[in-house]
């Protein structure tokens, strides 16, 4: 999809939780059988790193206290 002229990206960023071998994934409405499962993540807000985002919509969406232990850009 091209991009237009005077837009800029939106900054989102998305989490991959895993604890004791097991992935963190939430179930969304939409997609086969009504049902689909996807990664937290949302908009990074102004003043915010993608760290700290990414920290703050996993306990937003899940409920689930983390901490960065690695990033992939």
Request: hydrophobic fraction near 40%; aromatic fraction near 6%; proline fraction near 4%.
């Amino acid at each position: 999809m091209p991009r237009r002229a005077g837009r800029s990206k939106p900054n989102v960023v998305l989490a991959v939780v895993i604890y004791r071998d097991k992935v963190l994934m939430l179930n969304r409405k939409g997609g086969v059988d009504n049902l689909s499962r996807v990664f937290p993540g949302g908009k990074v807000e102004a003043g915010e790193s993608f760290v700290q985002a990414g920290v703050r919509e996993v306990f937003e969406e899940a409920g689930v206290t983390c901490r960065r232990q690695g990033v992939i850009a």
